[in-house]
């Protein structure tokens, strides 16, 4: 009976090794030279019964190879040559890290380099999300000439969504650079969320000037204080990314990849929206778009629970696989994915399935104008109205901010400590307080598919020369449950340009225009009505704006001013948000 169970034994190992088989070769510290002499280190996996040169994808990645082995044991078993690059100074490659300034001249170097190895049939392509997202599109604007095709997912664009957006910086940034300081992975101490939380809360709750963040986590070796010399859009940002020229001579197929609730939407809208803005008609006939119903992480392996909310199956798109489609066809001349059936693939919620449109614009048949209105106070409990009747004559709206209350704050890390549903929360709207605005529209009568971009003018004034805002859209259902549909935030000295400040002077009026909310795609239900919540930020995830109107990071509690923004909507000042439906 032993010597049964032994062989039984024996048996199923064997069986699940040969399931398991691993079939694909690697070679391990290949070293790319660089036009600098700097060596980057590549891990390539290939297929094991490669007789012929193939295509090889590239991950150029800060985040240690060994981190992407199941990407290149994927792709290595399905005809291609996958390639995990470290970026400069991280992992096994030389050099120095300089985060996101560095990677469109190694990119280059590196395509070019892969092109001409004898596994290589000349074609090259790039894969990965964020970072390595960001590293496509600015290898793609130094026109490498084997590079045939990219697939940037959720992709930073420096300087819009990442460090800073609506240029007011994120205090996680100390935490990723921390993340990618030195030449090892520390996904350890990145993890350590409530170290993180009690510095940033340490910081805000202190009054400290934002500039010692740095100091305060026990890292002072990254670039943090380099980024904060750079609060606008200035050429510091723009250089990283492509621009005008670079997009009119942009003509590789692309398919790019984002989430509803990814982080980095703002960066991916903004490279599609430039390049449809500038490209040729030919380039932007290889040109296509995913909008998933994703977080951050979940555009490149998608889960159905996202924030609160449960989305239907179809949701769930296998993305290995639609990235071989995409490379076979773009690459070994293959049809398009199945799936990619028109330019626009995009998930409307609520309908739990996926819809198609010629360009992002198209996706609105109509793009309703809701006017603001109330008698002069407008709270959560007390809202104000949005109606699709312009205002006559009305009292505006009020927003007192105090700098120097935490109270708020904190209350929000508690929320994020306990809960999970960041989708469906709105105690942070509630404990708001005078520091927020709320108007709600009528029920909707029929349910209404609500798909796009919003947009919103206001007509501001204050008593201080500068503060940080941020407007939210939500769903609020016939039983009240609320569900987050789309936002942006502001630092109002841009409100004429990213890239040049404007302080306000006291009293005046000022049209403050926002069209970089994100996309969203919901069926809203019969019987339920929007919300738009408008607040001051005042959180300790965010820099603190103390309403000086001076550098923002050095200030302190002695530059704090009691902020008053009052929000106009009358005859002369029509405030008001632009909502896209599709009927």
Not at 414 to 421: G, K, R
Request: hydrophobic share 35%; glycine share 6%.
């Amino acid at each position: 009976m032993k010597n049964l169970l032994v062989l039984l034994l024996f048996i199923c190992a064997h069986t699940l090794l040969a399931q398991e088989k691993a079939n694909f070769d690697l070679r391990w510290g290949v070293k790319v030279p660089l036009r600098d002499g700097v060596h980057l280190n590549a891990t390539l996996y290939l297929p094991e019964d490669k007789t012929e040169p193939l295509p090889v994808i590239v991950d150029l990645t800060p985040y240690i190879s060994d981190d992407y082995h199941a990407r290149g044991k994927y792709f290595s078993q399905n005809g291609y040559v996958y390639a995990i690059v470290d970026c400069r100074g991280r992992g096994s490659s030389e050099g120095q890290f300089d985060p996101l300034n560095q990677e469109a001249k190694d990119g280059y170097d590196l395509v070019e380099w892969m092109a001409v190895q004898p596994f290589c049939n000349g074609k090259v392509t790039m894969w990965g999300g964020s970072y390595s997202g960001y590293n496509q599109w600015a290898t793609a604007k130094e026109f490498p000439p084997h590079l045939a095709t990219i697939v940037p997912v959720a992709s930073v664009h420096p300087g819009i969504d990442y460090p800073n957006p609506g240029n007011i910086f994120m205090s996680y940034m100390i935490s990723w650079l921390t993340f990618t300081s030195g030449k090892t992975g520390n996904s350890n101490i990145f993890a350590e969320t409530p170290f993180w939380q009690n510095k940033y809360q340490e910081r805000y709750e202190k009054n400290l000037p934002f500039s010692q963040l740095d100091k305060l986590a026990g890292n002072e070796t990254t670039v943090f204080q380099t980024w904060l010399k750079h609060p606008s859009y200035d050429a510091y940002w723009q250089h990283m990314s492509p621009q005008k020229e670079h997009f009119e001579k942009m003509n590789i197929p692309i398919l790019s990849i984002t989430g509803h609730y990814d982080a980095d939407q703002l960066g991916a809208i903004t490279y599609y929206k430039n390049f449809m803005k500038f490209a040729s008609a030919e380039a932007k006939a290889k040109k296509y778009l995913i909008i998933g119903p994703w977080d951050h992480s979940g555009t490149r392996t998608p889960h159905a629970d996202v924030g609160g909310l449960l989305f239907g199956k179809a949701s769930l798109l296998n993305m290995n696989q639609l990235h071989k489609e995409w490379y076979d066809h773009a690459l070994k001349g293959q049809p398009l994915p199945e799936f990619l059936k028109k330019p626009v693939a995009y998930y409307v919620t609520g309908d739990e399935k996926w819809k198609y449109a010629d360009n992002l614009e198209s996706i609105a048949t109509e793009k309703r104008t809701l006017y603001f209105h109330s008698s002069g106070t407008a709270t959560v409990f007390q809202s104000g109205a949005l109606t699709t009747q312009a205002p006559a004559t009305e009292k505006p709206d009020v927003i007192q901010y105090n700098p120097l209350n935490t109270k708020r704050g904190i209350a929000a890390r508690n929320i994020e400590e306990d809960d999970n549903s960041y989708l469906v929360n709105q105690i942070d709207l509630i404990d708001a307080g005078t520091e927020a605005v709320v108007y709600h529209s009528d029920v909707f009568t029929d349910s209404t598919e609500l798909s796009g971009i919003p947009e919103a003018t206001l007509y501001l004034s204050a008593n201080v020369p500068d503060a940080d805002i941020r407007l939210a859209l939500y769903e609020i259902t016939a039983n009240g449950q609320s569900i987050l549909l789309s936002s942006q935030q502001l630092r109002l000295r841009y409100r004429e340009s990213l890239e040049k400040e404007t302080l306000m002077q006291p009293g005046q009026v000022y049209p403050v225009h926002l069209n970089n909310f994100t996309f969203f795609s919901r069926r809203i239900a019969a019987g339920s009505r929007l919300r738009l919540g408008i607040t001051c930020i005042n959180s300790l995830y965010w820099q603190k704006n103390y309403g000086s109107g001076g550098d923002v990071a050095n200030e302190t509690a002695k530059d704090a001013r009691p902020v008053v923004l009052n929000i106009h909507h009358e005859k002369k000042y029509p405030s008001q948000l632009i909502v896209p439906i599709v009927k």
